[in-house]
């Protein structure tokens, strides 16, 4: 039976990346024996400027009778001064709640092809390989009450609620020890439980649900020591999982440990598997329309949307090795350009990846 996948091309370098990912896609249909039905949909500024919401019934209706969604990017300069439910983040945080994609997988794997691209030591990165679980559905990102008030003395007050429930937490917490044991069973959970209730009880929940985890290492660690160590000591950590603020900033963090951020997928799942796939580099406004945007990372995605949704590991191992023989062959988007290289564009470089899916 054929699988219903959503793309959103979305703002800024997002349709030009997407492209190329489509490009993968239709070579799998094609030659690979894929059996996929591709659907298109506006969402972020681009939907707001066709329909006046970046989040579009319609797009959510296709959404939810997809079996995956592929999402480029979304955001930009032109939209900043629209009020905050207008903004094309909104459309992505209304996919993510709406569709229930609480688990977010972002992989932190250093190319040894892409070595030199990193701003740490090679010795301190060589090698790495991490799985960042952010928890994408809760926490201060959707807790109430939010917004601004007035004071008794005139003066403007901004508000955020951090808010976790147990059942959020466990959740989660069986996602990490999951992928744990598919890899060198190890968790670390990472909060500020020596001064957030919220993430007090975080650490409680995701003890006890270690107990049902013996053969996987649990640790927890505070997440200003957690960022120090990512920058200090990363290979220290296999699998990190944290709530939704501290795993947004943590994963850019990790991201640049590899040195390019526009080399990472992301997934973001909901308890059935069903999800919605991204890179996780943003819209890049400045260099969108300009054929030089890299577009590894979404087709990296399409490689996880393989994987987790479609649950087709040969197609999906098929495609990462196209990307790393292109990286072999030293073609290079100027993001991850280095001496000796041959700098090349968007569309160059996806080419080059569906033609190393057919060696
Ligand atoms: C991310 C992004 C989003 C987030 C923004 C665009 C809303 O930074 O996916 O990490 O904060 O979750
Ligand atoms: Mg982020």
């Not at 990193?118 to 799985?131: F, H, K, Q, Y």
């Not at 640049?256 to 943003?282: Q, R, W």
């Amino acid at each position: 039976m054929s699988k219903k996948i959503l793309i959103l091309a979305g703002d800024g370098i997002g349709p030009e990346i997407v492209a190329e990912a489509v490009k993968v896609l239709a070579a799998l249909q094609q030659r690979h024996g894929l059996k996929i039905e591709l659907e298109h949909a506006l969402v972020g500024g681009a939907a707001y400027d066709a329909f006046g919401s970046p989040l579009p019934q319609q797009t959510m209706q296709l959404a939810r009778a997809a079996d995956a969604i592929l999402l480029g990017a979304v955001g930009g300069t032109k939209w900043e001064s629209l009020d905050i439910a207008l903004r094309p983040e909104k459309g992505l945080l209304g996919l993510r709640a709406g569709l229930q994609l609480f688990a977010n997988l972002r992989p932190a794997i250093l190319y040894p092809q892409l070595a030199s691209a990193s701003t740490l030591r090679p010795e301190v990165v060589a090698g790495l390989d991490i799985m960042i679980i952010r928890e994408l559905t809760g926490d201060i990102y959707f807790g109430q009450p939010r917004g601004v008030r007035r004071l008794d003395n005139g003066e403007r007050q901004g508000f955020n609620t951090m808010v976790y429930a147990e059942s959020e937490i466990e959740r989660i917490a069986r996602v990490a020890f999951e992928t744990a044991l598919k890899r060198n069973r190890r968790v670390c959970s990472v909060d500020k439980a020596n001064v957030l209730e919220a993430t007090e009880l975080w650490r409680e929940v995701v003890t006890r649900v270690g107990k049902d985890y013996p053969q996987v290492q649990l640790s927890h660690m505070y997440v200003d020591n957690a960022a120090m160590q990512l920058v200090r000591a990363p290979k220290q950590f296999d699998v990190m999982v944290t709530g939704n603020m501290f795993g947004d900033i943590l994963s850019d963090c990790a991201a640049m440990l590899t040195g390019s951020i526009g080399m990472l997928p992301s997934a973001a799942l909901d308890v059935h598997g069903k999800g919605m796939y991204e890179p996780i580099h943003g819209s890049a406004p400045d260099i969108a329309g300009k054929g030089v945007a890299n577009p590894l990372a979404t087709i990296l995605s399409v490689a996880m949307l393989l994987r987790y949704s479609l649950h087709n590991e040969v197609l999906a191992l098929r495609v990462e090795q196209a990307v790393q023989r292109v990286l072999d062959q030293g073609l290079r988007t100027p993001d991850i350009y280095a001496e000796g290289c041959r700098k090349v564009g968007t569309r160059e470089i996806g080419d080059a990846v569906v033609a190393a899916l057919s060696v």
